[in-house]
């Protein structure tokens, strides 16, 4: 089992930035790809980012390349996401999650995710 806590969301305005953050307990984080979601009100969940077990690789939805990056310390055990040039659409709760296989992209991929961390940008 992994456990994963969600830290670092909050109010911004657009053109801000945040850096989430995602630490994990109970199994070493390197056997583990790790990814990042977000669910607005009302809209299913949707792939933000995911990064490879060592780090190595990583992949990005469209709407936020050249505006977030995803990072992992592994040593601490915590997974990362900057986010710069915040919108307002980037408003949504956003969750990570651990697969032990691949850099997927869909949520039924990921074996254990953590309860969340509220961002919203106001405009």
């Known amino acids: 089992q992994v456990q994963l806590v969600e830290s670092g969301g909050g109010l911004v305005q657009a053109g801000g930035s945040l850096r989430l953050s995602c630490a994990a307990s109970g199994r070493t984080l390197s056997n583990y790809a790790m990814a990042w979601f977000r669910q607005a009100p009302g809209q299913e969940r949707e792939f933000v980012s995911v990064i490879s077990r060592s780090g190595g690789g990583t992949s990005y939805t469209e709407s936020v390349k050249g505006r977030f990056t995803i990072s992992r310390d592994n040593a601490k055990n915590t997974v990362y996401l900057q986010m710069n040039s915040l919108k307002p659409e980037d408003t949504a709760v956003y969750y990570c999650?651990?697969?032990?296989?691949?850099?997927?992209?869909?949520?039924?991929?990921?074996?254990?995710w953590g309860r969340g961390t509220q961002v919203t940008v106001s405009s």
């Open positions: 999650a651990a697969n032990a296989y691949a850099l997927r992209t869909l949520a039924s991929g990921y074996d254990y």
